[in-house]
Nanobody
Framework: QVQLVESGGGLVQAGGSLRLSCAAS????????MGWYRQAPGKERKFVAM??????????DYADSVKDRFTISRDNARNAVYLEMNSLEPEDTAIYYC????????????WGQGTQVTVCS
């Protein structure tokens, strides 16, 4: 059973930084994508960042709104993915969810329970 557990959220002032962590368990994660989405109050869940696996290695994608401020990384030895968030803005306030989309005959999207990030001005 795949489990994703996020941590590292909290309350921070605008311009500050936070580092989110997602600990994964239940299968091998070295050959799958791992990433982050967020959902602000009253809005739909949106893509933030993803570290994508291929036979050539890993590549990272970012939403335009966080590019140059957020950095995604992964530690395969720890089955973990991280999101370093700098220059935080009130618009970044949301619940942040870890996502592991697993391709296959029956694709499955695994989600964590989320961690709240609140940025005050």
């Amino acid at each position: 059973q795949v489990q994703l557990v996020e941590s590292g959220g909290g309350l921070v002032q605008a311009g500050g930084s936070l580092r989110l962590s997602c600990a994964a368990s239940g299968r091998t994660f070295t050959n799958v994508d791992m990433g982050w989405y967020r959902q602000a109050p009253g809005k739909e869940r949106k893509f933030v960042a993803m570290t994508r696996w291929s036979w050539r290695g890993y590549n990272s994608d970012y939403a335009d709104s966080v590019k140059d401020r957020f950095t995604i990384s992964r530690d395969n030895a720890r089955n973990a993915v991280y999101l370093e968030m700098n220059s935080l803005e009130p618009e970044d306030t949301a619940i942040y969810y870890c996502d592991v989309p697993v391709a296959g005959a029956v694709p499955v999207d695994y989600w964590g329970q989320g961690t709240q990030v609140t940025v005050c001005s």
